[in-house]
């Protein structure tokens, strides 16, 4: 599904315009806090939790923040 280019414009066209406005202020974010060490520690960090039993490395850090952003926005700071 990943190659299909009919699915991802389809999906483009239906996301909701928050989650659209969120992806352009984190990629801003990320645009303007560049450095040059930065792409060094993720690929060091990714291959420490590989070798760690995290087969998908730094992804799986990045879905499990995901879903703590998304808990924190559903049920409040406090509920962390």
């Not at 989650?19 to 930065?38: A, G, H, P, Q």
């Amino acid at each position: 599904m990943a190659g299909d280019t009919t699915f991802v414009q389809n999906l483009l066209k239906n996301i909701h315009p928050r989650v659209k406005w969120d992806t352009r202020d984190l990629r801003m974010y990320l645009l303007s806090n560049k450095n040059f060490v930065e792409p060094f520690m993720t690929g060091a960090y990714d291959k420490y939790l590989k070798l760690n039993n995290q087969p998908k490395g730094k992804a799986t850090y990045n879905e499990v923040i995901a879903y703590l952003i998304a808990y924190m926005k559903k049920f409040g700071k406090e509920a962390i």
